[in-house]
């Protein structure tokens, strides 16, 4: 019903979409927790946590789109968000870990341990409850992005300039975690978790049940995305990408719709990223790697920016490709995403989703005349 | 309370960009229910003016007030554009990946809000004035046709729809007829007379067939200040206006 309404007058591609990630996202859990394992079809964990690692950032990636493709701020910091999420689900799962640890300390993580800490550092209360995780996944992305939007919106910081400032806060980022006295676990960041809500992190079941969860956000961040860019703001956001200047002199605060996009993006990011740590297992600073940022950019370039679904499509593909090629020939992968990234700049500039978006508008014009208002114009040029 | 009866009144208004004045003591004032044409040589300091007024560019020193009381030096684009301060740039500017009908509900005159306009849904209303505005400048059949694809001189006629759309007390015009054929260009002063009914007008043009069709009062800017102001058939009989620009 929600759906429905958050969907009234979308474009026809909104539902088979959504209805593949809900399919995926039931289908891939139930194969493999049903399956036997010599079925043919029976999907391995190791493909369970693959997929849903790709499903984490198809999120990202429609993030990404929100602010480029829709509103034209072209950040090349999104991985510092969603780093920022993982940490924060990270932190929650170190908790968990309780007394089970190599030092066997309830309170502290082995790390602190490690480094001779006495006690908790007071940004780590509250971590041991999921509740405050999963608020500080969103909360601490969308305080950062407010953050940096409200000084750099507000001075009308635009353009490369702007993409320059986001590459600067994930790079200071990746620089401050990997500090060890910062207290994140330094350059080996966390990892060896063992339970989330009290489950296994290593079992079938689990693992199911996050990827699951993985769809589920995936497709409420489609669903929003789609609501704010179907809505009148959205329409304020594309203006603003088009020609800045006319929405101002409209006497739209064009800085206010900026941030608003800039943080819900954020967030976001935040949640793709908290999914992410628990399925990979791991999260260290390299997530806050500006190249991360780029790449992430070259997906939404090659889905197709400003169609939600392109980058989504754009993200799965393009890691696909990477997890095929990192292992066939490792030392092409680097080579290939350069190369995608030119070809799609050069050939295919709306993206996949764009251009196939395109076709049928194609037709659409040449049907033209056959419409009454169309059939007297050229009646009257005549 | 109020020093001036003008809905629009610069006084000694200077502007320098490093060092070169681009208005050097404009004083200006503008009626209500008026229509003003500017015109003056390149670097005269027309669009500037019009970034001071529309609160784009701060003035170094001098008085902006509109409706004699509200100074417009300490606002910025939104706040001035909210007081009813409409502006068409030189280069038409349009949304171009919106179509004609949504370019100009974004201009209609409702809340310019976040919130309001993620939760704003069109109206009966809405439509309704839209289609007036969409015969007003003569685009109703390309109502649904992306901005992108008008021509230059429908693209000049959709911004003035969008200001109208606004509905502000002052419509700050620059180069209306700039890029248009006669037959636009004399439809567009037709339009121009015609908003003039209802509202304030200030008119920046280089064509002189175009402010002689208007046929209004005529200033004349030369170096950032005042040169000539007055009926056309006066200025252009005034040898320093000769001078500087029509004998050029």
């Known amino acids: 019903m929600i759906a429905a309404s958050l969907l009234a007058g979308s474009e026809r591609r909104a539902w088979p979409f959504l209805a593949i990630i809900l399919t995926l996202g039931i289908a891939i859990p139930l194969l493999h927790l049903v399956l036997p394992p010599t079925s043919p079809l029976y999907v391995s964990s190791y493909i369970v946590a693959l997929i849903g690692k790709y499903l984490c950032y198809a999120l990202l990636a429609l993030a990404v789109d929100l602010v480029w493709g829709y509103c034209g701020i072209l950040s090349l910091g999104h991985g510092a968000f969603f780093a920022l999420g993982g940490y924060a689900m990270g932190m929650y799962l170190m908790r968990q870990i309780g007394s089970r640890g190599v030092y066997g300390n309830a309170e502290l993580p082995d790390f602190m341990v490690f480094l001779n800490w006495q006690e908790l550092p007071w940004y780590w209360y509250g971590f041991d409850r999921f509740w405050f995780a999963a608020l500080m996944v969103v909360v601490v992305p969308g305080t950062l992005a407010f953050l940096v939007g409200w000084f750099a919106f507000r001075s009308r910081v635009t353009g ?34 063992k339970d989330i809500l009290g489950f296994n992190v290593q079992a079938g079941g689990t693992r199911a049940a996050l990827f699951f969860a993985s769809a589920a956000m995936l497709a409420l961040g489609f669903l929003v995305a789609h609501a704010v860019v179907n809505s009148r703001l959205g329409k304020v956001l594309v203006a603003v990408r088009d ?140 | 309370m109020a020093v001036t009866s003008a809905l629009l009144y610069l006084d000694g208004v200077t502007v320098s960009f490093d060092g070169f004045k681009a208005l050097n003591q404009l004083s200006l004032a503008i009626d209500p229910g008026e229509m003003r044409a500017i015109i003056g040589p390149n670097g005269a300091g027309k669009t500037t003016m019009m970034d001071v007024v529309t609160g784009k560019t701060r003035p170094d020193n001098g008085e902006v007030l509109f409706g004699g009381a509200v100074d417009l030096t300490r606002l910025d684009e939104a706040a001035i554009a909210e007081l009813g301060i409409g502006r068409k740039f030189q280069k038409p500017t349009v949304f171009e990946s919106h179509t004609v009908a949504d370019n100009l509900l974004l201009a209609l005159k409702n809340p310019r809000g976040v919130w309001a306009t993620l939760f704003a849904s069109a109206t009966a209303v809405e439509s309704a004035r839209l289609d007036r505005i969409l015969e007003t400048v003569r685009l109703t059949e390309q109502r649904d046709m992306l901005a992108a694809n008008l021509s230059h001189g429908q693209k000049q006629w959709l911004e003035i729809g969008m200001l109208l759309a606004s509905d502000p007390k002052l419509l700050l015009v620059d180069e209306p007829a700039a890029g248009m054929t006669d037959a636009e260009t ?35 800017l030369h170096e950032g200040s005042v040169l000539a102001e007055g009926p056309l058939a006066q200025v252009s009989a005034d040898p320093r206006v000769i001078e500087v620009y029509l004998g050029r």
């Not at chain 1, 490369?160 to 910062?182: E, G, H, K």
């Not at chain 1, 990223?273 to 780029?294: C, D, H, K, R």
């Not at chain 1, 799965?316 to 490792?330: D, R």
């Open chain 2, 186 to 220: 004399a439809a567009t002063a037709a339009l121009l007379k015609e908003i003039n009914k209802t509202h304030t007008v200030v008119v920046v043009e280089h064509d002189m067939a175009f402010v002689r069709a208007l046929g209004v009062k005529v200033t004349v």
């Open chain 1, 243 to 382: 020609a800045e200047s006319r929405a101002r002199f409209l006497g739209y605060r064009v800085e206010n719709y900026k941030l608003f996009v800039f943080v819900l993006s954020a967030c976001m990011a935040g949640i793709a990223g908290a999914l992410y740590v628990p399925q990979v297992g791991i999260i260290n600073p390299s997530e806050f790697a500006p190249a991360n940022s780029i790449e992430v950019v070259i997906w939404v370039a090659v889905g197709g920016r400003g169609t939600l679904i392109g980058p989504a499509i754009g993200a799965v593909l393009v890691n696909f490709a990477k997890s095929y090629l990192t292992g066939a020939i490792p030392e092409a992968w680097l080579f290939a995403l350069g190369g995608l990234f030119i070809a799609v700049t050069l050939f295919l500039p709306r993206g996949i989703v764009g251009t196939i978006a395109a076709l049928p508008l194609r037709r659409r014009v040449i049907a033209k005349p056959i419409e009454p208002g169309a059939a007297a114009t050229a009646r009257a040029a005549e």
């Open chain 1, 160 to 193: 490369v300039y702007l993409s320059i400032i986001t590459q600067a806060v994930t790079f200071a980022l990746m620089l401050a975690f990997f500090r060890n006295d910062m207290g994140f676990g330094g350059n080996n960041g966390m990892t060896d978790f």
